[in-house]
Nanobody, 130 residues
Framework: QVLLQESGGGSVQAGGSLRLSCEVS????????MGWFRHVIGRDREGIAM???????DYASSMKDRFTISKDNTKNIVYLQIDNLKPEDTAMYYC????????????????????????WGRGTQVTVSS
């Protein structure tokens, strides 16, 4: 069963924008950690942004300027807005979900590391040309 399904990728010119969507089949996932990752063949899977059940977000340090994660709890969709796309953004983008909490007390937050996530979509390809 496909629990997460990405869409919204495609081929775009550098400088353009895309909004990726992740449809979540189990609403309970929305109460925990949801994240976006990207992967290029020959490189490690890279965490981009996470959002928890309370809507708190966290970003990889290199992603804060052009990437925005959000969600619609009514529609059970998690979004990733990408602005000012660059050729180096070309990758397969994946949605992930899990009870991926790290830290404790006031430092508790969602992990940005892919080994902490067990539920994955099949990905949507983003290709950015110059």
């Amino acid at each position: 069963q496909v629990l997460l399904q990405e869409s919204g990728g495609g081929s775009v010119q550098a400088g353009g924008s895309l909004r990726l969507s992740c449809e979540v089949s189990r609403p309970t996932f929305m109460r925990h950690c949801m994240g976006w990752f990207r992967h290029v063949i020959g490189r490690d899977r890279e965490g981009i942004a996470m959002i928890d059940g309370d809507g708190r977000t966290d970003y990889a340090s290199s992603m804060k300027d052009r990437f925005t994660i959000s969600k619609d709890n009514t529609k059970n969709i998690v979004y990733l807005q990408i602005d000012n796309l660059k050729p180096e953004d070309t990758a397969m983008y994946y949605c992930a979900a899990d009870y991926a909490w790290v830290g404790s007390g006031p430092l508790l937050h969602c992990s940005l590391h892919y080994p902490d996530y067990n539920s994955w979509g099949r990905g949507t390809q983003v290709t950015v040309s110059s």
